[in-house]
């Protein structure tokens, strides 16, 4: 009687553990089937004191009349962006949105402010986000090579001598650090991170474990089982600390430190696997993507810094 008991109870529990890892496997890898407006998942707690700048932000871009562009990914996904061209551009800025972000919220607020500096910008939808087609998110794993299909596409439209930033918020950040592992064009001359995570992996188990207070096993490996078998794509393939011990650019890491989704050790860690020149920001009281919104003024200062030290690496 006692073993069929506890038969019956490991069996709820395995029932239990595949419930729960089915519910996080929607929320992390598949899109949404219908768009969520920003104002039921933005400007809440700590964001609310940013909801005019961002909204101002994203007026901004679209009073630009951005041209709408695309490209086809590797495995023959149709992708969009949206280009604005400086007047007198000294640089070209692609700027790739974080998880379950759009580019306008996660970059209205700078786009200006790079548009002075003489930038154009390109803004993306990553895969399985907004206009771009695609089922599933792998948190910068197949995106990295999607990256790298929009910088040959700025190189057939603008030109192979205007110089290149990679600039990615939250996922966007991770994304293109494992981008600077590949074999770039020369005229990429920087990136910059902000509040990126070290990998898939561990991000995941950041997550279990400070949202829902889950232990990694066995959670990471079934979740790993159904990334492979569902979504085609292994959680381990690539992280960030691998890319940068390849990476010859410099680098600009900026990280809020008051970050509970993605926590800034993550950005320490790959300043210091870093291989090439690269530099790091913290700022106090800043949440998850607000470092730019708490200190405008110190980090258009640093990017500032940051854009003559990528022209001096040439």
Same mark, same amino acid.
């Given at each position: /009687?006692?073993?069929?008991?506890?038969?019956?109870?490991?069996?709820?529990?395995? $029932?239990?553990?595949?419930?729960?890892?089915?519910? !996080?496997?929607?929320?992390?890898?598949?899109?949404?089937?219908?768009?969520?407006?920003?104002?039921?998942?933005?400007?809440?707690?700590?964001?609310?004191?940013? *909801?005019?700048?961002?909204?101002? %932000?994203?007026?901004?871009?679209?009073?630009?009349?951005?041209?709408?562009?695309?490209?086809?990914?590797?495995?023959?996904?149709?992708?969009?962006?949206?280009?604005?061209?400086?007047?007198?551009? @000294?640089? &070209?800025?692609?700027?790739?949105?974080?998880?379950? %972000?759009?580019?306008?919220?996660?970059?209205?607020?700078?786009?200006?402010?790079?548009?002075?500096?003489?930038?154009?910008?390109?803004?993306?939808?990553?895969?399985?986000?907004?206009?771009?087609?695609?089922?599933?998110?792998? !948190?910068?794993?197949?995106?990295?090579?999607?990256?790298?299909?929009?910088?040959? !596409?700025?190189?057939?439209?603008?030109?192979?001598?205007?110089?290149?930033?990679?600039?990615?918020?939250?996922?966007?950040?991770?994304?293109?650090? /494992?981008?600077?592992?590949?074999?770039?064009?020369?005229?990429?001359?920087?990136?910059?991170?902000?509040? %990126?995570?070290?990998?898939?992996?561990?991000?995941?188990?950041?997550?279990?474990?400070?949202?829902?207070?889950?232990?990694?096993?066995?959670?990471?490996?079934?979740? %790993? $089982? $159904?990334?492979?078998?569902?979504?085609?794509?292994? /959680? =381990?393939? /690539?992280?960030?600390?691998?890319?940068?011990?390849?990476?010859?650019?410099?680098?600009?890491?900026?990280?809020?430190?008051?970050?509970?989704?993605?926590?800034?050790?993550?950005? @320490?860690?790959?300043?210091?696997?870093? @291989?090439?020149?690269?530099?790091?920001?913290?700022?106090? =009281?800043?949440?998850?993507?607000?470092?730019?919104?708490?200190? &405008?003024?110190?980090?258009? *200062?640093?990017?500032?810094?940051?854009?003559?030290?990528?022209?001096?690496?040439?």
């Amino acid at each position: /009687m006692i073993i069929k008991i506890l038969g019956i109870l490991i069996l709820l529990l395995i $029932l239990i553990i595949c419930l729960i890892e089915v519910g !996080f496997f929607r929320y992390a890898i598949y899109r949404y089937g219908v768009k969520v407006p920003d104002d039921e998942h933005m400007y809440t707690g700590s964001w609310k004191k940013f *909801e005019k700048t961002i909204r101002d %932000g994203t007026a901004w871009v679209n009073k630009q009349n951005p041209e709408q562009v695309s490209i086809t990914s590797k495995d023959g996904l149709q992708l969009k962006g949206y280009l604005i061209r400086a007047k007198n551009p @000294k640089r &070209t800025v692609l700027c790739v949105h974080g998880f379950r %972000g759009n580019g306008c919220n996660d970059f209205g607020a700078i786009c200006s402010f790079y548009y002075e500096e003489d930038c154009n910008l390109l803004i993306i939808d990553q895969r399985a986000h907004g206009a771009s087609e695609g089922k599933y998110i792998t !948190f910068g794993i197949k995106e990295r090579y999607d990256i790298e299909q929009w910088i040959l !596409f700025l190189n057939d439209k603008l030109g192979s001598e205007l110089p290149i930033i990679l600039d990615g918020v939250s996922m966007g950040a991770a994304t293109v650090l /494992m981008v600077s592992g590949l074999e770039l064009p020369s005229n990429v001359r920087g990136i910059i991170a902000d509040c %990126g995570y070290t990998s898939p992996r561990e991000i995941y188990k950041h997550v279990a474990k400070e949202y829902y207070h889950l232990p990694a096993f066995p959670l990471i490996p079934i979740f %790993g $089982l $159904l990334c492979r078998g569902i979504a085609g794509f292994n /959680m =381990g393939e /690539m992280n960030t600390k691998e890319a940068l011990e390849k990476n010859t650019r410099p680098v600009l890491f900026v990280h809020g430190e008051s970050d509970r989704f993605v926590p800034s050790y993550m950005s @320490k860690e790959n300043y210091t696997v870093c @291989k090439a020149d690269r530099y790091i920001e913290t700022v106090p =009281g800043a949440g998850h993507g607000q470092s730019y919104l708490v200190q &405008t003024e110190h980090c258009q *200062e640093k990017i500032k810094e940051f854009f003559e030290r990528c022209s001096r690496a040439v």
